[in-house]
């Protein structure tokens, strides 16, 4: 049956055949299952924007690091320095690299992050669009090009941000369910888990879509929809508040990460998915181009708002506006100090880079600016002397989203390619795994740039502790603010001075064998040349030295832990978490302190060089940490478990 006219476009005078024609052609709805071409465009899409980051091989580049062996997260366990802000994503790349390399598998995540939000974001904008105004394939994909292709995902993609681009990606397949969380407990938890399965960026988002959603819809059992939201953010949650707790961690606050946008020009940018604050990483220009795009699909969302159905319409537009004004907030004067003390203060730094929270801005203006195209090409066709300009209003949206996404095509702006390491980087890890220690990390920053063979020489994290994994001792000092520690590991004062005497020449052997110190690993960056003095260090012997690695053993190492009097006391690790030494004096154990470490009952130490000091005794050496942790993983996981399991008992 056609839809009446005046439910079309709210005029009575257009013809019967233009509504036919009109229904026919455009408006036909998504089926509820999709089909193969449904998956294979996006997918072809997503080949071709990432090119040669997908040949065998490694990926540096920022904070995307990508090596084929990792191992389980030190969070899973509640063990520091660092905050957990892998878990529980990486769990199981990590145990399944041993199978299958993680490069693989990180690569096959990063296809899967643009194929799947187009796909959730084409059924959910055909679902959104009311019966009298339903839309066609051309409008929903080119909602879903919109959302998976914006500048804000590829940069993020760009950058190794799986813990924006997953959430981004699940929050359009779970978005019915949360849009009425009180209305089944048992979905909104699964669909909350979903979520924050990447870590806390994309569980605060389920929090605040849940909020949003009580606020401005239904308010059916509201305070069991928020504590059935909360709590399904454990898997993370729990983990991290066990490290931080227990380690000194200084992370630096939110005015460290300004959104990039000035003026009317560049909070427009913010639509059109820039603004990240880095500008070099940020794909796609910064002109009044991309500006005017973001202008545009503002205009085209405004229009096509009121053709959202009403279940969804008031939730989508105040997640669109909260999610623009934290992402700009960071860029208006006054607002952007209280904006910073909120989250430093309240929030805890879950949103200390409120850009990231523009996935709730595109939620909203992805689907609206496609179906408000559809809506422009509704009205023109129906009155002859627009009937013209029907057809570029339709492809308008798509036609936008591919001028966004054109300056990624192949390795995503050029930045990501993969690339083998040279043999000296696995001989050299095979020398530590086969007498393990602790690996101190030159060169002595946290981020710097880096080349390998005839790559492109690259801003990156130090790759070494995902790289070398075991206990890697490395700069956490992201240069960006004063006094910062993003892992918290008491060691580095120490190694701070040592590696400024090795900066002056001096010899540096002893005291990294105080420290505990087994190896030293540096990579040929700009800068090596302050370690120079390693080479002519008589307490260091080389053994790997070519193509831009040098592996050094510290001869003097007394043991992974020694007595009072400097003996060696022999360690037997039953996991990360819990080990037995074979002496009954107090000791000191060459591992990264913090409070959460136990001898039996006796609580552990810090010593002054960063260690765990342990008294006297017979017990096992345990971290009081690991049970809080543990339980707030596997009682989650089991909870989805047994809802999986009953749903599909009763299905």
Known sequence: MPTPPDEVD????????????????????VPTQSTAVDWLIPTLVAVALLGPALRPGVIFNLDLILTPDLDTPSGFWGLGPELPRRLPLWLPISWLSSIIPATVTGKALMVAAFVVPWVGMARLTSRMSSPSRSVGRLASHAAG?????????LTRAAVGHFNVTVPHAVLPWVLPILIRPGRRPSSTFLACFAMGFAGHSGGSLAIAVVVVAIVCGRRERSFRALLVAASAQATWLVPGLAVLAANPIHMASGNAFPTAAAGL???????AGGGFWNAYFQIGSTGAVVAGCGAMLVALGIVGTRSISKEFRVPLVALGVLGWFVAAGSAIPKVDTALFWINDNVLGGVWREGHRVLTLHLLWLAPAAAVGGNSIYVWCLARRRWTLAAGPAAIMPLAIAALLAAPALWGLGGQVSAHRLPATW???????????GTVLALPWYQYFNLTIDDSPVRRVLNPLPLYLGGDVLSSSDNGLQKDVREYGDPRENTADALVAQLARGDQISGGLAELGVR??????VIGIDDYDALAGDVGLEPVVD??????????AWPGAAVNVDGDPVSVSSTGPALATLDSTDSVIWARAGSDGWRRGWQE???????LVGLAGGDGPVWNVATIPALLGQIVPTVVVVVVLFRRRKSG
Do not use: C, K, Q
């Open 10 to 29: 709210g005029h009575a005078d257009e013809t019967t055949a233009d509504v036919h024609a009109t229904n026919s052609a455009w408006r036909r709805r």
């Open 145 to 153: 090009a919109l959302y998976s292709l914006s500048p804000f995902i």
């Open 265 to 271: 020009l560049g909070f427009a940018r913010l639509s």
């Open 426 to 436: 696995s001989l050299a890890r095979a020398a530590i795994e086969s007498h393990p």
């Open 519 to 524: 190896w030293v690993m540096a990579l040929n």
């Open 546 to 555: 070519a193509d831009g690695v040098s592996l050094y053993r510290v001869i």
């Open 604 to 610: 552990a130490t810090i010593t002054s060089s960063g």
